[in-house]
């Protein structure tokens, strides 16, 4: 049964970072803490990583536990 739940969960991260100045002026996305990544204006999500692995997939999701 543990093992049902488990495959079936799927973790999401809604982008809400804030707009930050450049140094040349205008603004852009930090950079997120979740994927160490700036995400695009299209992105309404971000893929939760620990150490480069995409935890959204079996292979992560086995080796971490949140």
Do not use: W
């Amino acid at each position: 049964m543990d093992t049902m739940v488990n495959d079936a969960i799927e973790i999401y991260v809604k982008d809400n970072l804030p707009l930050v100045k450049k140094k040349k002026g205008g603004q852009e996305k930090a950079v997120c803490e979740f994927c160490n990544g700036k995400h695009g204006s299209g992105e309404e999500f971000c893929d939760l990583k620990i150490n480069g692995e995409d935890l959204n997939k079996i292979e992560g999701a086995r080796k971490y536990k949140i």
